[in-house]
């Protein structure tokens, strides 16, 4: 596969901050990997290493973890004060225990040092790093990758909406739309509904959305409104009073509460009950509510994502989702399209999460068999992306000589024996008619589907491709152009 440079539509970050974290620790020594993507990251065990490199080197941050020095902080006392003297430009943050010696601490206070105590943790010294260094991201990262094909035209362009932590790509025409809109809309102050199947997709991208916006630094929270007792679900996310009823022996919080500026992604929307949408509604337009029990309205101040795994305008139809409500949400709704629907993702996604596992199970794969990705391709994925991700992990567990072969697989994968999916149209990896498409309809699509996975495997070659599908190159090109797959 050619590809081409790869240009970034938006060059988020010219300049990535230098952050050295010194620390003898070594689980602490890798806490600022979730920032990675934002900063220039350096770990040392000790602070002569910092003086050592600070005249060729310039660092905006350095995180001292003092709170095992044993000659009472002298040695770092004198390194510290020649930091602050000859690189004033050079921030400072201490950690040291409850109890620092008396040299640290005359030194944070004549130097105004920020100084943090107590137990460290990793999400502690990245909010502590955060403190100092703000990370601004003003707009959401879309890169668009070309792919050449063997005559020279661009076939597919990859969408990458990232993150902070996390990346969601694709090649899939379909979801590549829906993908730079929604970026679109998750850098403004909406509330989102995101529609999809189980496994697609959808708390991975809500999670996005929430570090594309500028609340990235606030809580995200996630609610899984299907499993909880629906009797619970309005004390869950509104907070009650104590006595409010039987169980309530203490004030509790609730979500819109405990989310403070930040981001809440309701899953399961549709199994919230007639007042609880009502109350919901309520929430989305003026940001007020009362916690069981209480006459003393609140004010939300955090951002609101809603998914669900079945389209609500069925359920608004049959009485069981308040129209007022489903037209509030529809207003910005995406529908994430699932796996067997966007085929050309499924061997990328696949290969990332084999270097994945086996980085996490320390097992080298040097190859991988054509059988496996033919395997992978065929199968309709239920499950999606999820039942991917623990199929892969299966087989590098199982992988031991180096070669993933198809003997990894589970045996439901090679015999193509899908269990039943949310969609009514699909079971057991058949295919059925759906009554608002036509025969022609559902050839087009099957034989869309067939091109895709054709030019991905012999790697957008046209001429390999249409030699693989036993038709002309100029066919292979008509198809194509009538598929759209040309862009």
Not at 232 to 253: C, P, V, W, Y
Not at 260 to 274: A, F, N, Q, S
Request: charged share 25%; with cysteine; glycine share 6%.
């Amino acid at each position: 596969m050619k590809q081409s440079g790869m240009e970034p539509t938006h060059n988020l970050i010219t300049h990535l901050p230098v952050v050295v974290m010194v620390t003898p620790e070594q689980s602490l020594s890798h806490a600022v990997t979730d920032l990675q993507q934002h900063l220039n990251i350096k770990t040392m065990q000790n602070l002569e290493q910092v003086l050592s490199i600070l005249d060729e080197t310039r660092i905006d941050l350095v995180v001292a973890d003092l709170r095992y020095v044993r000659d009472g902080g002298h040695s770092a006392d004198r390194i510290l004060e020649t930091i602050l003297a000859d690189h004033p430009e050079c921030k400072v943050v201490i950690l040291t225990l409850d109890d620092s010696p008396e040299l640290i601490e005359r030194r944070a206070a004549c130097s105004n040092l920020p100084l943090y105590r107590g137990q460290m943790t990793v999400s502690r010294i990245n909010e502590i790093i955060r403190d100092v260094i703000p990370i601004k991201k003003a707009a959401p990262a879309t890169q668009m990758r070309k792919i050449k094909n063997d005559s020279g035209g661009e076939t597919f362009g990859e969408v990458i909406f990232e993150g902070i932590t996390r990346r969601f790509e694709t090649r899939s025409p379909e979801l590549k739309r829906m993908l730079e809109d929604l970026m679109i809309a998750a850098s403004h102050d909406v509330t989102i509904l995101l529609i999809g199947e189980t496994g697609s997709g959808k708390t991975f991208l809500s999670s996005l959305i929430h570090e594309s916006s500028p609340r990235l630094h606030e809580p995200f929270i996630h609610v899984a409104c299907g499993a909880l007792p629906r009797e619970l679900i309005e004390t869950e996310l509104f907070g009650h009073n104590k006595g409010s009823f039987t169980s309530a022996h203490a004030d509790k919080e609730g979500k819109f509460v405990v989310a403070k500026k930040g981001t809440i992604l309701l899953d399961e929307i549709d199994v919230l009950g007639p007042e609880q949408q009502v109350k919901l509604l309520r929430v989305i337009e003026t940001g007020e509510f009362e916690p069981v029990g209480s006459n003393i309205t609140l004010k939300s101040q955090a951002r609101l994502v809603v998914a669900s795994n079945l389209d609500l305008q069925p359920l608004v139809e049959k009485g069981l989702f308040r129209p007022d409500l489903y037209y509030r949400l529809s207003m910005l709704k995406f529908e994430i399209p699932p796996l067997r629907k966007r085929k050309v993702d499924i061997i990328p996604m696949a290969k990332k999460f084999i270097t994945r596992f086996q980085e996490k199970h320390s097992i080298q794969i040097h190859r991988i068999e054509d059988a496996v990705l033919d395997a992978l391709l065929s199968y309709p994925w239920p499950g999606n992306v999820r039942e991917l991700e623990h199929v892969v992990q299966r087989a590098v567990i199982y992988c031991r000589d180096g070669i993933l072969t198809p003997a990894q697989l589970p045996p439901h994968i090679l015999s193509n024996t899908a269990g039943p999916t949310n969609d009514p149209t699909v079971n057991l990896g058949t295919v059925s008619m759906s009554e608002d498409q036509t025969l022609e309809q559902q050839v087009s699509l099957n034989e869309r589907d067939i091109i895709e996975q054709a030019l991905f495997k012999n790697n957008f070659s046209r001429t390999k491709t249409a030699k693989e599908l036993g038709i002309s190159r100029v066919t292979l090109y008509n198809k194509m152009k009538k598929y759209e797959m040309l862009k």
